[in-house]
């Protein structure tokens, strides 16, 4: 969930992406480097 609201938000973030994914979805810093990572293609 978190990997596809970036995909799609990622041009329009107004904060760094790791702390606003954390956050919005309650992500440790790992989870959300996790979840840019998919977003931009690579494994999960």
């Known amino acids: 969930m978190a990997a596809r609201w970036y995909e799609a938000n990622r041009n329009t ?8 994914l954390r956050d919005m979805f309650s992500l440790t810093a790992r989870q959300a480097i996790e979840a840019i990572r998919i977003a931009n293609g690579g494994g999960a």
């Open 13 to 20: 973030l107004t904060r760094p992406a790791v702390a606003m």
